[in-house]
Structures are given as C-alpha cells and as structure tokens.
C-alpha cells in the first residue's frame, strides 16, 4: 500500500506527517509524506519555530511525485490539519489527479477544527471550508464528535443522535466515517468510545478514559484506521486494531509521564496489537 501523506510536520515531538508516517511504516505501508508546515514543535507549547510553507511549494512538491509516475500506484491520499484555503486547493487538486491515474484511490480526510473541550481552535474561514468543500469530496472522514456535529449543524450525544448526525455527513460524500472521542452521557464513567460507519453497519468500541491530553493522538487514529479499512473494507476489524494500537500508545504515554506521544516505544503495539477491546455492531 502507498499512502500520500499531506499533513504538518515537527522536529520535535509527533504530531501531523510526524505521528502519522511511522506507524504506517511499521505496518507495511509506503508513506509519501509531503509536509505543509516545518516547525521545530507544535503549537501547543505556545511558542515554535519553522516556516509555515506556501502552498505553491506544496504544490510543486506534490508534481514533482507525479512526474514520477507514481500517481497509478497511490492507494489513499491522507490529509489532517488544514491552515489555510489555500492549502485545501492544493490538497483537494492532488486527490484528483490521483484518483484520475488510480480511480480506486480513496481520500481519506481528517476535519481538525477542535475538540469539546477547546471548541474550535482554527481559523474561521476552514470549518467552513471543511464542510462546504473538502468533506464532500472525501471517501472516508474520521472528525471528533465535536467536530461531526459542526459538520452536520447538530449536537450529538446520544449514541442515536451521533448515528443520526453520521448519517447526515454521509449524505454529502464520505461512505466510511470514524468518530472518535464519543462521550454518550450513559457510558460506563470513566471510558470513552469510538464509532465506525459505513455501508455494511455501525460498530462501536469502548475503553478506560486515560486522563491526558495527548497532541498527535488524532493524527495517529486517522492514519492506522486509514490504512487498515483501506487494506480489508472490514471497518469493525479496522477499528479492533486501531483501537488496540492508539490506547497503548496513550496507556505508554501517560505511564512515562512525558508530554509527548511515546511513538518509537510503542512500535509493538502498531505492528501486533492486542486486540483487547470488544466491537460491537450497533446497527
């Protein structure tokens, strides 16, 4: 499988391209990863270094793998975090001509706008531009719970309601849609749940709540689940092996009591992960 990856990178620590190439790579996929930001760290320190880059550059980084002629073997074209308009023409363009030199590509989008607990934390203008422009054209969206009811116009808590509000998103494009962080108010305390959907059913996937915040986390779900669902359209075993592999990434993380996602040292988990999580189909 060759996945085009375009997405933020970092020096330090793992978040965008930087969280997400190494796990793909520890399960066998080959990641073209194209970088829309050069930071020495992610922002959420409050203060960084590196240049944001154009997206003509990114543009011409994108052509200059086509001219390769790798286009025909791309399998998934992968994006996250969107800064700008700018950068979504770019990304929305290279899913075209990919999927004209290979049309069983997939593009798989991650709708980053922010989180229930932050709201929104982009710009004004990419929400927007999200929903109206790149959802649509995406096969596959994995947003937060947050995120799916910004996109749908609606407030999902209930587990009908977040079915509902998937059902709406699907209306306008994507076929496979994995919401993570769903919070049900008559959940088990102390867990949290992912939600798989597609054409064939809905699965969903429950585990302990590690209290952290852990930057990366989103970017790492998106592209395994990605690239598993990708490998088998078997979306509940996607999410078995997505979730296995995400919670002992964080279960490592916030044992080592470090800030940053331990990626290197879960490389196990990725590669042979434990399935320890019960799927549920619930539709």
């Known amino acids: 499988m060759k996945i085009l990856s375009i997405q933020s990178a970092v020096a330090y620590g793992h978040v965008g391209n930087s969280a997400a190439v190494f796990p793909l790579q520890r399960i066998g996929v080959e990641v073209l990863p194209v970088y829309t930001v050069n930071f020495s760290n992610h922002t959420g320190y409050g203060a960084w270094r ?31 975090y969107q800064g700008s308009e700018g950068i979504a023409d770019v990304i929305l363009d290279a899913v075209a001509r990919v999927k004209k030199a290979n049309p069983g590509a997939l593009y798989a989008c991650d ?13 004004p203008a990419i929400p927007i531009l999200l929903r109206d422009r790149v959802v649509p054209a995406a096969d596959l969206i994995t947003p937060n719970q947050f995120e799916l009811g910004y996109l749908t116009g609606t407030e999902p808590h209930t587990l009908d309601e977040t079915l509902a509000s998937v059902d709406l998103v699907r209306a306008t494009g994507p076929s496979a849609v994995l919401v993570t962080s769903v919070e049900r108010p008559d959940r088990v305390p102390d867990t949290i749940e992912m939600l798989a959907v597609t054409d064939d059913g809905a699965w969903l996937v429950q585990t302990p709540h590690i209290p952290m915040k852990a930057n990366g986390s989103g970017d ?22 997505t979730t296995s592999s995400v919670y002992d990434l964080l279960q490592r993380t916030y044992a080592s009591g470090e800030r940053e996602l331990q990626l290197v040292e879960s490389q196990e988990a990725y590669a042979h992960p434990r399935m320890q999580f019960e799927v549920r189909q619930v539709r």
């Open 50 to 80: 590196g240049p944001l880059i154009s997206p003509d550059d990114v543009r011409a980084v994108i052509t200059g793998i086509e001219e390769r002629g790798v286009f025909p073997q791309i399998d998934v074209v992968l994006s996250g």
């Open 111 to 123: 709708p980053v706008m922010g989180n229930a607990k932050s709201g929104c934390f982009v710009a």
């Open 220 to 241: 790492v779900t998106a592209a395994l689940f990605t690239a598993h669902y990708r490998a088998t359209g078997d979306a509940a075993d996607a999410l078995a092996r």
